[in-house]
Structure formats: C-alpha cells, structure tokens
Nanobody, 123 residues
Framework: VQLVESGGGLVQAGGSLRLSCAAS????????MGWYRQVPGKQRELVAS???????NYADSAKGRFTISRDNAKNTVYLQMNSLKPEDTAVYYC??????????????????WGQGTQVTVSS
C-alpha cells in the first residue's frame, strides 16, 4: 500500500494551497485519514483528521483556515489551506489508519504514512 501526496509548494502569506493524498494498494478498510506536519527539531503534530463517516477534527491552529475533506470512493484525502501564515511552513504528511489484505485475509489496522510534501509560506 502507498500514500502519495501532492500539492505542496511555496506561497506568500495570505495565500492558499490544496494538498491531496491518494491511498493505493490492497486496502481492506481505511478508517481515519489525516494530515500531520513537522518542522525540524519538533515533534510531528496533527493538523486535521477525518473519519470514513466524515467526522472532522482540527488543531486549534488550523480551525477557520484549513478544511479537510475526503473522497472514500477514491481513497483520497484533501487539505484546503487558506490564509496561510509563515508559521504554517513545515513538511506535511498524509496519514491513513486502516487494514489491508494479505493472503486474502484482512490485517490488523495500523497507521500508514506518506513521504511528506514541503509547504513553505513566505512573509
């Protein structure tokens, strides 16, 4: 299984970016999907998450500016980021919590991670 992120880049403060993450491979079930971010020297932190039923959760720093959404048919999660600030600069990682198929049998659910995409917000 693989999580492939896209949409990162360089943007000026106040601008917008949309991140996408497609989960490919032999999934049995994907439960929650989400976005985390990390800057050098700090722990990875949750930005936003969404369950398969559409329940969302946001970090305080993301509330009112970021919107997470999901297309279950495509196993894809999106993060629309508006009013970006320099402090949003980080590597953004896609996360999926779910189970896959192995030998025709579902595995136990666990976390899977994308490779990360850089978001840089200039002042």
């Amino acid at each position: 299984v693989q999580l492939v992120e896209s949409g990162g880049g360089l943007v000026q403060a106040g601008g917008s970016l949309r991140l996408s993450c497609a989960a490919s491979g032999r999934w049995f079930r994907i439960n929650a999907m989400g976005w985390y971010r990390q800057v050098p020297g700090k722990q990875r932190e949750l930005v936003a998450s969404i369950t398969s039923g559409g329940t969302t959760n946001y970090a305080d720093s993301a509330k009112g500016r970021f919107t997470i959404s999901r297309d279950n048919a495509k196993n894809t999660v999106y993060l629309q980021m508006n009013s970006l600030k320099p402090e949003d600069t980080a590597v953004y990682y896609c996360n999926a919590e779910g189970s896959t198929m192995s030998g025709g049998i579902p595995t136990f659910a666990r976390d899977y991670w994308g490779q990360g995409t850089q978001v840089t917000v200039s002042s």
